[in-house]
């Protein structure tokens, strides 16, 4: 009877060994794959980190040079003033007041009452003709050459130059190489700019750039 008492008490002793040590095993294999997946997590958390931290720089890069495109536009805009017709470009050396700017096919004189000069386009061509009074502010004589150079831009791209005409009284025009304003005293001066007749045909953008000594100034014409 104790002889077989002593054997159920060894085998169920043998069993809660047993027991306990498959629940031990089972508990640090559940350790081990917890720790692992810790580690996993932490890594994959340090590349996001690490992304979004290259997202942000790259970010700040791109406002930075949006930023410096904006000012570099700010920039030309300040070194551009438009002006409208009626507008006077005042220089260290003349007014230059725009009276009028319109197409011509013939360019006259303002009295055609007697014999004058006038200037016709050529086949196929146009004027752009700019009216202007220049007064000469200056205390030594402006050549007419000297007043301003104005270009017409064609559908962005297609550029024309003008050249000055100034007036005469006696013969309605005459030539600008030959010609100056006195200090203080104003003449009429015409710039003449011949383009293709598609120019005033067409709708596509037209823009006049007037510059003035070292200052620039634009005319939408459409």
Do not use: W
Not at 5 to 15: D, G, N
Not at 59 to 76: A, F, G, I, L, M
Not at 107 to 127: M, Q, R
Not at 206 to 215: A, E
């Amino acid at each position: 009877m104790k002889k077989s008492f002593l054997l159920l008490v060894l085998t169920l002793s043998v069993v809660l060994v047993g027991c306990s040590t498959n629940s031990s095993d089972s508990q640090q294999s559940d350790i081990e794959k917890l720790e692992q997946k810790i580690a996993t997590l932490e890594k994959e958390n340090g590349e996001l980190k690490a992304k979004l931290d290259e997202l942000a720089v790259e970010d700040v890069q791109e406002d930075s040079n949006v930023d410096s495109e904006n000012k570099e536009e700010e920039k030309v805009e300040e070194t551009i003033s438009a002006i409208q017709i009626g507008d006077v470009i005042t220089t260290d050396t003349a007014e230059i007041t725009i009276k009028n700017i319109e197409f011509s096919y013939d360019v006259l004189p303002d009295d055609t009452s007697n014999f004058y000069t006038h200037y016709p386009a050529n086949t196929g061509n146009v004027y752009i003709h700019i009216d202007t009074d220049v007064k000469n502010i200056q205390k030594q004589n402006l050549g007419v050459e000297e007043i301003m150079d104005v270009v017409a831009n064609y559908n962005d791209g297609y550029t024309y130059n003008g050249s000055p005409i100034p007036e005469d009284s006696t013969t309605g025009f005459t030539y600008a190489n030959i010609t100056s304003i006195k200090p203080l005293e104003s003449l009429g001066v015409r710039f003449l700019i011949e383009c293709p007749q598609e120019v005033e045909e067409s709708d596509n953008s037209l823009n006049l750039t007037f510059q003035v000594n070292d200052k620039e100034y634009s005319y939408k014409m459409r």
